[in-house]
């Protein structure tokens, strides 16, 4: 775990919690509370990254790229973004390094990924710090990912190992054959596109399979997560330099191949999402919203490409959950459901939509009620204060789509619980719909009352079927059976990535829990069963069931080869690590 007291990063939080706390007092206004922030965490972080210092930018010009700041809404970061000449360069280099890298046996991309990893653990702190002064999410939060992302780093590679060692010689050295049937088979030059909210974690699945697989490794710098993405780089030299240690020595790697290692560059940044990088890069690996994902598959053709693009994230609750001899089972489950809205509801898993059966309306009742807490139960404050539980939302996009949500519930007479910004004179008020910030409340939207044969209904189906990525929850209309509520989420869930269910029969085959297994596979990506309410969870609904199903996956990383080599379909979906 990390411990942040001990740590010399420690005192660089410490700084940046004094000025949002000198902020909330009235001590000093919002916008000095933003430039003293800025000024700490470039000055004392960033710019001690020779990478972050290549592209820094003290203006915005033409060839550069925005970063707000969501805490506080002024000050942003400009960055000289990659242009289309520095991205030819980039994909033929990581080309390059995949034809020197790729000769490498499995054992030995192993070894550097042990390097790599060990480097990213040493600045754990630093890159947790980053994701909050990016993003705002808290620094619990941040801890949180660091600390899972090793134990997640180290259990990728293992299963990269499994899958790609079926068609490589693992301790094979001819420095020109060292794959079964003398094909080259990494995919060459391999491009990380990582979202905001857990933008490590759901990074690591590519980082890792492109440098088991062999493949030159570029990872992108998006406009609202940054800063880790340098500290990586940082990372990734220290581990470069102690792989050169150690195939020159104990890794006796032949002298030719050595030579040929040093001359190539086998992990390169690109700042901002270069479309002609990401259209010919020869393997990408996406997280993020549904429209740039789309964009950018249907730019790729038939290139391997694995996009992971949020969910609609059904959280069904049946009769059955509702345990009559035990006290309080609807409000542990209500509670359940509203603690996978923390992070500002802005988890991939968070849940989006709850569909109850008839007879189960207690939870809604009891659901209901923390809605209207607001603030209270999410506390929403200092975000490098390490008992804040909750920040700002990050995506103007999503925010403005949760404000035109509610705007149509207001027309279609739909009670919403709950207001959505946060008015607490302490915290960070908004400049503009555009920049921000945005300091939120969780809301639910009760739709239950719109008919069916409302002219406008089927407008609310596809607004059901997207993603607010925020902390925004749908409350559905009540389904008679579990065959219904199979039949309606198929229709509706348009990404596929998770749902989970709240269910008092889980056993045996014709359980609830083993029908609706069975039933999801094939419309999303992971069912997490809940036995409520025992399985309670302050994570939400996907924190801790006690049985999830991973539909797919089983050859998530041979996509990193030769797809002539692997003949699998391409993969959509990233394996979950949260």
């Known amino acids: 775990m990390i411990n942040s007291v001990e740590h010399p990063n420690a005192r660089v939080r ?54 707000f700041d969501p805490k506080y809404g002024y000050n942003p970061i400009f960055l000289k973004k990659t242009n289309d000449q520095t991205a030819k360069e980039i994909l033929q280099n990581s080309r390059k390094a995949a034809n020197v890298f790729g000769q ?104 890792v399979g492109n440098l088991v697989a062999g493949n030159g490794l570029i990872v992108t710098a998006t406009s609202k997560a940054i800063g880790w993405t340098f500290l990586l780089m940082d990372a990734g030299d220290e581990a470069i330099e102690k792989f050169k240690v150690w195939m020159r020595g104990d890794g006796n790697v032949p002298k030719k191949l050595c030579d040929a290692f040093d001359g190539i560059q086998l992990i390169q940044l690109c700042v901002g999402g270069n479309k002609k990088l990401s259209a010919e890069a020869d393997h990408v690996h996406f997280v993020g919203g549904d429209d740039t994902g789309n964009k950018l598959e249907n730019s790729r053709g038939d290139k391997p490409t694995i996009l992971e693009m949020g969910g609609s994230n059904f959280v069904v609750v049946m009769e059955s959950a509702i345990d009559s001899a035990a006290a309080g089972s609807a409000t542990k489950i209500a509670n359940t459901i509203m603690g996978g809205l923390a992070a500002t509801g802005q988890r991939c898993t968070a849940p989006r939509n709850l569909y109850a059966q008839n007879g189960a309306e207690a939870v809604v009742d009891e659901l209901i009620k923390f809605f209207h807490q607001g603030n209270d139960f999410h506390k929403a404050g200092n975000p490098y204060s390490e008992h804040t539980e909750m920040g700002p939302m990050v995506d103007a996009f999503a925010y403005r789509k949760i404000k035109e949500a509610i705007a149509l519930a207001h027309e279609l007479d739909a009670p919403v619980h709950g207001s959505l910004d946060c008015t607490d004179p302490g915290l960070p008020q908004k400049i503009t719909d555009e920049v921000g910030p945005f300091w939120v409340n969780p809301v639910a939207i009760d739709w239950r009352n719109v008919s069916s044969s409302h002219p406008r209904f089927a407008e609310l189906e596809k607004l059901w079927g997207e993603e607010l990525f925020g902390p925004c929850l749908h409350i559905l209309p009540q389904f008679a059976d579990l065959h219904e509520a199979v039949l309606y989420i198929e229709e509706i869930d348009k990404h596929g990535l998770a749902t989970a269910i709240f269910t008092g029969d889980v056993e045996g085959h014709n359980s609830e829990a083993e029908t609706y297994k069975q039933a999801m596979k094939g419309v999303v990506t992971s069912v997490n069963l809940n036995a409520a309410p025992k399985d309670k969870s302050p994570d939400g609904p996907h924190g801790h069931p006690f049985k999830t199903l991973h539909v797919g996956g089983d050859h998530y990383y041979e996509s990193y080869m030769n797809p002539k080599l692997t003949g699998q379909p391409r993969p959509r979906f990233t394996p979950n690590p949260l």
């Open 14 to 67: 410490l700084k940046l919690e004094a000025v949002f706390d000198s902020f909330k007092v009235g001590q000093i206004t919002q916008e000095r509370a933003a430039e003293l922030d800025r000024k700490i965490y470039l000055n004392e972080c960033l710019l001690k990254s020779p990478h972050f210092r290549a592209v820094y930018s003290e203006e915005k010009t033409e060839g550069t790229m925005t970063v």
């Open 104 to 207: 490498f046996t499995l054992q030995q991309r192993l070894k550097f990924l042990e390097f790599f990893n060990e480097a990213i653990v040493k600045r754990e702190n630093e890159i947790a710090l980053t994701f909050t002064a990016d993003t705002g999410k808290t620094i619990k939060l941040s801890r949180g990912e660091m600390t899972k992302g090793k134990a997640f780093f180290d259990h990728s590679a293992k299963k990269a190992q499994r899958q790609i060692e079926k068609f490589v010689d693992f301790n094979y050295r001819d420095p020109t054959y060292h794959h079964k049937g003398g094909r080259n088979i990494h995919a060459g030059a391999g491009m990380v596109i990582g979202a905001f909210n857990f933008p490590f974690a759901l990074a690591i699945p590519g980082i």
